[in-house]
């Protein structure tokens, strides 16, 4: 009897570690949040998360790792190919996420409606010795489209933007918000912490240590000479000779292009992508439902530097990015990368702006 109640009082201590208990009246003022009465059929308590592009080389392990993540209630799947089987291969998984599926355009919005979360891997990926900016031409009009759809459906969503190039999509989907009237910066986010990954792979191997016992801030912008490591702030605290100063960013730096390379016109990075996507993904759900203390690098609308874009770290919440945090103390070396990134990343932002304005 008395183990009986240990188990139960167990089962209820982890239980409320996963879905802690929402203050009603805050749940009213967010308006959207912790959805602790949205059990879908056999589901769980949890999130609303749609991932579109799901049929891709990023899409379909970023479907399979939410769909392992305990905070997702409800998993859609949009594409314009190949969603149909990719949802019926995910849905089998014995998790308690629901999956549903939706082909083609004609589906977006009911894809989109009522999404907590939305995380955007739809477009083309590079091809060896394109930059990513030589994708803009495509991938800027699937943006918009898709961010049209998100203000019509779920103005609200949090939105995570993976599609490249970065630096010019997060303004094009910011602009067709504007637009609609649906703006809210806390709630737009490009994904940029593929970079974060890789630096502290990177950096753990020159140091010798665990790359989870390593955190760098890499900030700027998603390409080239944008991505700017600030070395000078890792953690564990230490410091780099020259030579590793410019090994590790030039490695962070083209990080993408390693991969685009050796897959040999294959596409680009799709599985540490996923990993980094669904990483920050979970980030900002433990943001909307309350998380104290979640800090994440992202490019975001910010006031951090003169331009109007800027990855930095951001503290995630109940309505998206809470706070910004400057930039911190920069040694001689990270001052003149931030002067070099600025230059590049400002006619990146304005290119994404005035296709969206035409
Ligand atoms: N932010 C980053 O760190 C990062 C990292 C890796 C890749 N990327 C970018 O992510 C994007 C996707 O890469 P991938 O390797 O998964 O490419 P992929 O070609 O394998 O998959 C892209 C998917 O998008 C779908 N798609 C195309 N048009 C669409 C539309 N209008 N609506 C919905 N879906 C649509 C395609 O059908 C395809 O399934 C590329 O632009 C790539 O450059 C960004
Ligand atoms: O490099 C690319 O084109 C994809 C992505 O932006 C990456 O950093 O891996």
């Not at 990023?58 to 790792?65: E, N, S, T």
């Not at 394109?130 to 203000?151: C, H, Q």
């Not at 799709?270 to 992202?298: H, I, N, P, Q, W």
């Amino acid at each position: 009897m008395q183990q009986s109640t240990d188990i139960h009082r167990r089962i209820a201590q982890i239980s409320s570690h996963i879905n802690p208990p929402i203050n009603q009246q805050q749940q009213v003022e967010e308006g959207n949040l912790w959805r602790s009465d949205c059990r879908a059929k056999g589901g769980s308590p949890g999130f609303k998360v749609a991932i579109l592009g799901a049929a891709g080389g990023i899409g379909q392990p970023l479907a399979m790792l939410m769909k392992m993540n305990p905070l997702v209630a409800v998993l859609h799947l949009y594409d314009v190919v190949n969603s149909p089987g990719v949802t019926a291969d995910i849905s089998h998984m014995d998790t308690g996420a629901v999956v549903r599926g939706f082909l083609g355009q004609n589906q977006l919005e009911d894809a989109l409606t009522g999404m907590d979360l939305v995380i955007i891997p739809a477009g083309v990926p590079r091809k060896p010795g394109m930059t990513r900016d030589d994708l803009f031409n495509i991938n800027a009009g699937i943006v918009k489209t898709i961010s049209e759809g998100i203000a019509k459906c779920c103005p609200k969503a949090i939105v995570n933007l993976i599609s490249n190039p970065v630096n010019s999509t997060v303004p094009i989907a910011a602009e067709v918000f504007k637009k609609a009237g649906t703006y809210d910066p806390r709630r737009l986010l490009g994904v940029t912490m593929l970079d974060v990954v890789r630096a502290n792979t990177f950096v753990a191997e020159v140091l010798g240590l665990d790359p989870r016992e390593v955190s760098i801030p890499v900030v700027g912008g998603h390409a080239g000479v944008t991505i700017l490591p600030l070395l000078s702030q890792v953690k564990p605290a230490c410091s780099f000779t020259k030579e590793e100063t410019e090994y590790l960013t030039s490695r962070i730096q083209n990080g993408g292009t390693e991969v685009v390379e050796a897959k040999a016109g294959a596409g680009s990075a799709t599985l540490s992508m996923a990993y980094a996507a669904v990483k920050f993904a979970d980030a900002c759900l433990r943001g909307l439902r309350g998380d104290a203390g979640v800090v994440e690098c992202a490019f975001v609308p910010s006031q951090v530097t003169e331009l109007p874009f800027f990855a930095s770290r951001v503290r995630l919440g109940r309505s998206g990015v809470e706070e910004i945090y400057p930039l911190g103390p920069l040694n001689e070396y990270e001052r003149v990368g931030l002067e070099k990134a600025k230059k590049e990343l400002g006619g990146s932002i304005e290119k994404g702006v005035s296709f969206a304005k035409k």
